[in-house]
């Protein structure tokens, strides 16, 4: 659906009704910041941070980083003002919670043309029950405002009576299932948080895993954690150095008529080349971001 190259390695929560939080935000080194006006408000300070998170959107001063607004469901009682107020606000991207059907998403893009939401805001969808993950194609071909999947992998341990475990076997098909479906329709898709802050050796295998599985990054819940994510998702030079080898010898070789492309012994082909080329724009994505 949305074709970019966006670095999403690293995206951090942040507390919707604290003003202290979304200033210091502006100077952080993450990709994306999520301004959440869901779990992380209590019930009597919604109406209040929904006005404070939606004035600093439109405040600015958060440079390159997206900037995403996390509602409420629109069956909440704070739903309906919040998706009013985002789409007036103009983020980058707007966060459904709970997204469990094609027409849950569509009846929100319905709702953002009426409110006059830009073309650039798009939708993100937590996907946090065990029914989004039966019905996650479904979901990531809903529309085109659709840009993002997000984890929520907290809620879906508790949903499944499960435990949360050191190679989180028990949601490996949960994962999977919403992996294939983003990929399917060109979607980017973030893992779900690390709990532990005391754990950096657990955070840092927890990002390797995601970037094994196939995740383009991860929702943090603390700045300590952001330095490991965006380290573990951004190419390292090594890899940088072999795609560079690839795309050369892939195009020297076309050129002269060849059809098999070997580099250090390795077989190459096109979907090599393909990834390659992704490598590297990501990475000149990243320091387009930086600058």
Known sequence: MIAETRPRRSV??????NPRALEKAKTLAADGLILDLEDAVAVAAKPDARALVCDAVKDGGYGAREVIIRIN???????????????????????????????MVQDVARLMKEYGAPDKTRIW????????MLTAAEI???????????????????????????????VVTSL??????????????????YLDLNDDDGFRASCRQGLEFGFDG???????????????FAPSPSDLEFAGRI???????????????LVDG???????????RRLVALSEAIKAMEA
């Open 247 to 261: 795309i050369a010898a892939f195009a020297e070789a076309r050129a002269g008529g060849q059809g098999v492309v």
């Open 73 to 103: 469901s629109l069956d909440s009682p704070w739903g309906r003002d919040d998706l009013k107020a985002a789409c007036d606000a103009a983020p980058d991207a707007i966060l459904l919670p709970k997204v469990e059907s094609a027409a």
């Open 218 to 232: 991860k929702t943090l819940i603390h700045p300590k954690q952001l330095d490991g994510a965006n380290e573990v």
């Open 140 to 170: 990531a071909a809903s529309s085109d405002r659709l840009a993002c999947f997000v984890m929520g992998t907290s809620d879906l341990v508790k949903d499944l009576h499960a435990h949360h475990t050191e190679m989180r076997l028990p």
């Open 12 to 17: 951090l929560y942040m507390p919707g009704s």
């Open 125 to 132: 969808c937590m996907m946090e029950t065990p029914r989004a």
């Open 266 to 276: 390795k077989l190459i082909e096109n979907l090599h080349v393909d990834n390659a």
């Open 176 to 193: 999977g299932l919403c992996l294939l479906a983003a990929r399917a329709e060109n979607i980017d898709i973030l893992d779900g948080v």
